[in-house]
Every structure is written in structure tokens, then in C-alpha cells.
């Protein structure tokens, strides 16, 4: 089992930055990639970013590409999103997740089914 904390979410101004964290425990060994998911109200949860633990590969979602980085530390088995030039539209509780490997193979890096750990998620409040 994985067990994965968020912090670091808060309100900021339009055109800010934040950084979220997510430190994972428990089986970590087991985790295959990690990503980062974001729910706005009246919507569905949406695929923001994601890395493979290992190989470091990243991927995103067209609309934050270039804003956000998503990166890991290995030593403190710590994922991080870095979110830049911060629009309204932002404003989302965010999730950070963890996939085994199984799940992600199947329907890949971006889908909500190819994880199996959920973080219980930090609120981004973007003020115009």
C-alpha cells in the first residue's frame, strides 16, 4: 500500500506561482509513475500531470503545458508540482496519485483507472 499527503495549495493572486507536494509512503517501491489530478467545482476530475518514478518522463495536459513542471525527488520520495502564471481557471481541489504500473500500462499516464493511490487532495484558490 501507498500512502500520499498533498500540501502546499493556498490562495494566490492571478499571475502567481504555487507549489504543491505530495510525499508518499508506505510500499513506495511499487510505484511506477505518479501524477497530478485537479476537480473544480461542477466538474469531473481532470489529468493535470504526470512522471515516471524512475525514468523522469513527464507528460501534461495542453492547458497547463509550459506553466506547470512536475518533478520528483527520489531521496525524500517526494513528487512536486510547480505552478506558474496562474489563471482563475486553475481554482481546483488538486490530487496527487500513484499508479503501480498494471493500471497505467493499460489506459495510460493521463486516465483516472490507471492509478490505485489517491492523496485526499489541497485546495488552489486563484483570485483575478
Known amino acids: 500500500q501507498v500512502q500520499l499527503v498533498e500540501s502546499g495549495g493556498g490562495l494566490v493572486q492571478a499571475g502567481g506561482s504555487l507549489r504543491l507536494s505530495c510525499a508518499a509512503s508506505g510500499r513506495t517501491f511499487s510505484s511506477y509513475a505518479m501524477g497530478w489530478f485537479r476537480q473544480a467545482p461542477g466538474k469531473e476530475r481532470e489529468f493535470v500531470a504526470a512522471?515516471?518514478?524512475?525514468?523522469?518522463?513527464?507528460y501534461y495536459a495542453d492547458s497547463v503545458k509550459g506553466r506547470f513542471t512536475i518533478s520528483r525527488d527520489n531521496a525524500k520520495n517526494t513528487v512536486y508540482l510547480q505552478m506558474n502564471s496562474l489563471k482563475p481557471e486553475d481554482t481546483a481541489v488538486y490530487y496527487c496519485a500513484a499508479g503501480q504500473g498494471g493500471g497505467v500500462t493499460t489506459y495510460g499516464l493521463r486516465a483516472i483507472q490507471g492509478y490505485d493511490f489517491w492523496g485526499q487532495g489541497t485546495q488552489v484558490t486563484v483570485s483575478s
Open positions: 512522471i515516471r518514478w524512475s525514468a523522469g518522463s513527464t
